[in-house]
């Protein structure tokens, strides 16, 4: 069983468009998390949610909101894409403290041409 | 600001021979270190933590890394390098309450047979 999966794992679309990318996780983990890496290979945190509340949202454009239904689930949909979107973006899960790993998903890459 | 620098982009040693990934930290209060690595294509899998205790943590597939607080660093280690190692290693420190993972530019290693 994967325990951090997201869907889909390629997604190739034009500018102006909204896509949605989901993410479960069946760890029963409280925390979860949106990670952007960049072509640079950077990780950086978008968003990070306990129990479906938003904790962090880190100067992300509005384009990009993420859906909590319920604390196995994180999606994130995103409006009018633009080119500089274009990244791999990475669902996490860990439980909530200072001395929890996360697990992380396989990636979504998002191509906007 | 809160930081983990990785000071080299890239990392090759021989199979067989010691490996050693750099890490050092900048963070107010105690620091959380994790070291995570990414094969192509595939998310980050952790690899080991460490929180509070002794020095040396022993992690997955035979990693270890040592926490040096006079010098803020934690550097990856593993006595025996496999060609099967090769892939790019993050090391993060988690932040804000424990809801943020702040990760390193990464480190490229390559092991050459």
């Known amino acids: 069983d994967t325990a951090v999966s997201q869907t889909p794992k390629y997604l190739v679309t034009q500018m102006g468009n909204d896509k949605s990318i989901k993410c479960e996780q069946n760890?029963?983990?409280?925390?979860m998390y949106w990670y952007k890496q960049d072509s640079k290979k950077f990780l950086k945190i978008m968003f990070s949610?306990?129990?479906?509340?938003?904790?962090i949202n880190e100067t992300v454009p509005n384009r990009f909101s993420p859906k909590s239904p319920d604390k196995a689930h994180l999606n994130l949909h995103i409006n009018s894409l633009e080119l500089g979107d274009s990244a791999v973006y990475f669902c996490?899960?860990?439980?909530?403290?200072?001395?929890?790993?996360?697990?992380f998903g396989q990636g979504t890459r998002l191509t906007v041409v | 600001a809160q930081s983990v620098a990785q000071p080299e982009d890239q990392v090759n040693v021989a199979e067989g021979n010691p490996l050693t990934v750099k890490c050092t930290y900048s963070?107010?209060?105690?620091?959380?270190l994790f070291w995570y690595v990414q094969y192509p294509n595939r998310g980050l899998q952790f690899l080991l933590k460490?929180?509070?205790?002794?020095?040396l943590v022993k992690g997955s597939y035979g990693f270890e890394a040592e926490f040096n607080k006079s010098q803020t660093s934690f550097h990856l280690k593993k006595p025996s390098a496999l060609v099967s190692d090769s892939a790019l290693y993050f090391c993060?420190?988690?932040?804000?309450?424990?809801?943020?993972?702040?990760f390193g530019p990464g480190t490229r290693l390559s092991v050459l047979p």
């Open positions: 996490a899960s860990s439980q909530p403290g200072y001395n929890t790993e996360a697990f």
């Open positions: 760890l029963g983990h409280d925390t």
């Open positions: 949610y306990n129990n479906k509340e938003l904790i």
């Open positions: 963070v107010s209060g105690n620091p959380y």
């Open positions: 460490y929180i509070t205790g002794d020095n």
């Open positions: 993060a420190v988690k932040l804000s309450g424990g809801q943020n993972f702040v």
